[in-house]
């Protein structure tokens, strides 16, 4: 599964990334993209590594790997540290190889792999999902429109797509298997929370969940777990990426007008910077636990807000 990160006996590839007119990394600029691609030249090289260049990829083996996560990583870092992010970004994928093997060997005990299960939420299109680690979705299901909640297998190093066989294999329902991770999830990946002022004149406060684990944004299917996020007419929450969900009580339709506006900018400058983007729509989970979407566009500063007609709807039964 994982045999692509294995280094090749080849000569290394040195020729320079191809330039295509439209750059892969519009969030750094031109020199910081050079910059990056050279340090990966340099990463290869050092250790006889043979890879191909793609637009925004590297392949690797039989492999294309996307460089989104790791430029996204080294943007937020001082760039004379770009060559260790590189360096462990790599290193750690080199790591997941090695544990695909014990994967390999165990997935069909499913006693060996529950506790493993995790649910984790990605962007619907699969070009968005830079790190779905096997290049497929394998089992999901849509709770939230575009994204899709995979279940996955944790391993130290890396997340694996569950094989879509194994539920039948196992002989357990699918509802089953996401209860079961999204249980684990609970358990096993805690976040800190944190209150932050989105509008001091109108009194507008959310709650924002972070973690460097990658599903903090898996929590927002479980929300009932911090009351002070659960207003009496729901709540409106974002995901941005995978390390962040930030939720607000709905009390008041001018409250929550607010809040959507807020919500988005938040949402959409977070998403397009990474790492891990999942989703940069605003989401209304309702008292009753079904959820509705509003969309939006930042054009410099101003923002137009395209809410779903379901959206819209709640927002005119809301007081005030």
Not at 220 to 235: C, F, N, S, Y
Request: with cysteine; hydrophobic share 40%; aromatic share 8%.
């Amino acid at each position: 599964m994982f045999g692509w990160f294995r280094k090749k006996k080849a000569a290394p590839d040195t020729t320079a990334p191809s330039r295509a007119s439209e750059r892969w990394a519009p969030y750094l600029t031109p020199a910081q993209e050079r910059r990056f691609e050279e340090l990966l030249r340099a990463h290869f090289a050092q250790r006889g590594t043979m890879v191909t260049w793609g637009h925004g990829t590297v392949r690797i083996g039989e492999q294309d790997c996307g460089l989104d996560n790791v430029a996204q990583t080294c943007r937020q870092m001082p760039e004379d540290e770009w060559a260790l992010v590189i360096a462990a970004h790599f290193d750690k994928l080199a790591n997941a190889a090695r544990e695909s093997e014990e994967l390999n060997a165990n997935e069909h005990d499913f006693e060996w792999m529950a506790p493993k299960l995790r649910l984790r939420l990605y962007p619907a299109d699969l070009q968005l999902a830079v790190d779905v680690p096997t290049g497929e979705w394998g089992t999901w299901r849509e709770d939230l429109e575009d994204t899709r909640s995979t279940l996955v297998v944790d391993l130290p190093s890396t997340v694996v797509s569950l094989r879509s066989e194994l539920p039948k294999v196992w002989g357990r329902r699918r509802d089953e298997l996401f209860a079961r991770a999204l249980q684990n999830v609970a358990a096993e990946c805690p976040v800190e929370v944190e209150e932050l002022e989105l509008d001091r004149k109108q009194g507008v406060r959310a709650t924002v969940l972070s973690a460097d684990h990658v599903f903090v944004a898996s929590h927002a299917l479980r929300l009932d777990a911090w009351p002070e996020v659960l207003g009496p007419h729901g709540t409106l929450f974002c995901i941005p990426n995978r390390h962040t969900l930030i939720a607000v009580p709905v009390t008041s339709a001018s409250g929550a007008l607010v809040a959507v506006q807020q919500l988005l900018a938040l949402a959409i400058r977070m998403f397009e910077n990474g790492p891990g983007s999942t989703s940069p729509h605003v989401y209304w989970r309702t008292p009753t636990g079904s959820f509705a979407t509003a969309r939006g566009r930042l054009e410099g500063r101003s923002l137009q807000l395209l809410p779903s007609d379901s959206f819209t709807e709640l927002l005119e039964q809301l007081p005030g």
